[in-house]
Nanobody, 127 residues
């Protein structure tokens, strides 16, 4: 069973920072792009950021540019999302996702193009 396990969520005040982690249980994911989506209360799941596995190519949603950094540790088969200057509107469950073909281009197609998901980690930003 392939697993993606997120961690690092929690309660933080506005302006604070968090680092989310996504660890994969299977080495197969070490050769695939991986990314983050989020679902805020009452809203659709939306793309946050993604990173390739081979050339450090990254893409970000507009709302996270300048505040977030996605990175990876190949040795740990883990992807991170550093979020700074958090806002109350960042409150959401953050999910790690991988497309079946491992392609970065899949992230532009939205959550429907993802084939593997973690169970999510809750980020709550208080004002």
């Amino acid at each position: 069973q392939v697993q993606l396990v997120e961690s690092g969520g929690g309660l933080v005040q506005a302006g604070g920072s968090l680092r989310l982690s996504c660890a994969a249980s299977k080495r197969t994911f070490s050769s695939r792009a991986r990314g983050w989506f989020r679902r805020a209360p009452g809203k659709e799941r939306e793309f946050v950021a993604a990173i390739s596995w081979s050339d450090d190519n990254t893409i970000y949603a507009d709302f996270v540019k300048g505040r977030g950094t996605i990175s990876r540790d190949n040795a740990k088969n883990t992807v991170y999302l550093q979020m700074n200057n958090l806002k109350p509107e960042d409150t959401a469950v953050y999910y790690c996702a991988v497309p079946r073909d491992g392609s970065m281009s899949r992230f532009s197609e939205g959550s429907g193009a993802m084939d593997y998901w973690g169970t999510g980690t809750l980020v709550t930003v208080s004002s």
